[in-house]
């Protein structure tokens, strides 16, 4: 009577029921749910006051004030407790005491220091010499500049001199306002006739005896210029 | 669908779960300062490049961070829990080098690897109850006797 079996279907019992509902969808319902608050109260029970728990105001006021710094105390303790528990156990399992452990990794942690300080240090010694190496190279290469610009400077006024020497030579023969008279004497007195021939190749066909002696002698020059080179490649 | 970008294998899953470096608990921030060019640095590049997806995958709550052109040589920093820091020069190394200096300073050794491997599948294992565990009763596991406290057990 008091533990009552209801057996129903599963799709009909209710997503919010009290009663708890077993695996097999059968709703069992124990004796505390068996009288709601809105059924009636029993014949018994007509007219019956409650009587009132007994309490001691004294330890009330105690416990109220204490409940809560007792619970504080006790979880510490607890909670504790089960931490050494299981620190021993883990200490235990490894074979090794905690402090040891943490010991020894500290002292693992700072040989790796000390071993990578040691791998700088040799990183730091390469780079150095590749940066000596390079600053080397940069000051030959500098100084070879300077050589080369110093060489160049110095053809370049040689090559002046040699021009400043080549017109100084050719100003002897030039025309001033002094020997000015003397030229155009001589150049009056001079017969240079100009009837001369040119062919297709540019070859000049002067005159016999004529005033064109510089000229001819420039051209004879040119001529075995040319016949050198043309021997010898066609020695080689 | 596509692959994207440079060398888009370095995205893909089966890639980033061959890296093999796990950081200390202590490491918290990992800089790498290199510069885009120059013969020294490329095997700053390559690290940035190749490893350090696989590093960070399998280091997700490290921050790592990378600084292009500010120092003429290239080099890791490292900053620990304490406010301590880590300096690794890395100048004219190849990437798998520097991988293995890293690994060799800040990487959990095999040993503590294990552990806790083994203290993963202690956790996974579904005979153990309780309450860092998956279930707390048997109670909990579908088929069984169903918790005492919400359906009395039998009298017999």
Redesign the interface.
Known sequence: MFQAFKTSLCRFIPQCTNEPVLQTGCVYQTVRWRKRRTDPIAKSKIGRVRVPTPIDPAEYKFSLEKWDEYNILINAIRSHCIQDHRRKNKETAAGVSLEEQSRKDEEEWQKLLLWNTEENAKTRQLREARLREEAKREEEEKLQALIQIEKEEAAWLAELEELVKKEKEASKSYITLENLDENIEAALAEEKSYLFGIDKNGKFTLPENTAWTELKERLEQKERQQNEPQEKTETA | MPMKGKFPLRRTLRYLERGNVYLRDTVKIVTINYNTLGE?HKGARDFVFYNLPQLQYKNQNVQMQTFKNLTP?PFIRCFLNDGDE????????SNTSILE?VK??LGKSEDILSAERKAREKKTNPANFGREFARECICQV??QV?CPS???LPKN
């Open positions: 020294t040589s880590v300096l690794i020069d890395i100048d004219s190394k200096h060799k300073l579908p088929g169903p919400v359906v009395p």
